[in-house]
T-cell receptor, first 112, second 117 residues
Framework: GENVEQHPSTLSVQEGDSAVIKCTYS??????FPWYKQELGKRPQLIID?????GEKKDQRIAVTLNKTAKHFSLHITETQPEDSAVYFC???????????FGGGTRLMVKP | GAVVSQHPSRVICKSGTSVKIECRSL??????MFWYRQFPKQSLMLMAT?????????EQGVEKDKFLINHASLTLSTLTVTSAHPEDSSFYIC?????????????FGPGTRLTVL
């Protein structure tokens, strides 16, 4: 089955700096890679996703890159703000309708 | 985006009782729904895939007789934790994929926090 590794487990940055979270996956058949933001006690919220036919996708301050050859994908948050503080999860799946395997999560702390 | 609801949001029960959790897709149909469990400060672990009109598919290590899943309609899946014990205390979250019409992704319910005394 799929195995997703996520690093770092915790990340502390100063407000305005950039944050990068990296994930690797094992199953070459995976072609859907969403990123979720989860605040304490709440549901994971989709913030951006990418499919295997795309190498990079950007949405305002958030961008995701995908390297299928190396089986890794990354989340980039620029100009971080305190409200970006949360736990971020990467995931991998066959497509959006299939089960997702989640990474271990990254606790991001943005210091004002 | 699509909306998935879950009920109840929080439940406290005594050891040995059964608890039913409902997951509904409010504005789309879902032939498949997924049930996850999340322990404090840990990731989401897939428990089972709920299939409308057929048996659920359970992940390795998840007891199907303890975690009963019923997907009776295209908008409702239920998870029943039978004979709950303190070690079953966790955050249970369902998700449903919304496919097509530009909503090709998975959406999560708000979760149910189960505490077994």
């Amino acid at each position: 089955g799929e195995n997703v590794e996520q690093h770092p487990s915790t990340l502390s940055v100063q407000e305005g700096d950039s944050a990068v979270i990296k994930c690797t996956y094992s199953d070459s058949a995976s072609n859907y890679f969403p990123w979720y933001k989860q605040e304490l006690g709440k549901r994971p919220q989709l913030i951006i996703d990418i499919r295997s036919n795309v190498g990079e996708k950007k949405d305002q301050r958030i961008a995701v890159t995908l390297n299928k050859t190396a089986k890794h994908f990354s989340l980039h948050i620029t100009e971080t703000q305190p409200e970006d503080s949360a736990v971020y999860f990467c995931a991998a799946g066959g497509n959006a309708g299939n089960m997702l395997t989640f990474g271990g999560g990254t606790r991001l702390m943005v210091k004002p | 985006g699509a909306v998935v609801s879950q009920h109840p949001s929080r439940v406290i029960c005594k050891s040995g009782t059964s608890v039913k959790i409902e997951c509904r897709s409010l504005d789309f149909q879902a032939t498949t729904m997924f049930w996850y469990r999340q322990f404090p400060k840990q990731s989401l672990m897939l428990m089972a895939t709920s299939n409308e009109g057929s048996k659920a598919t359970y992940e390795q290590g998840v007891e199907k007789d303890k975690f009963l899943i019923n997907h009776a309609s295209l908008t409702l899946s239920t998870l029943t934790v039978t004979s709950a014990h303190p070690e079953d205390s966790s955050f249970y979250i369902c998700s449903a994929p919304s496919l097509g019409q530009g909503l090709d992704t998975q959406y999560f319910g708000p979760g149910t926090r189960l505490t077994v005394l």
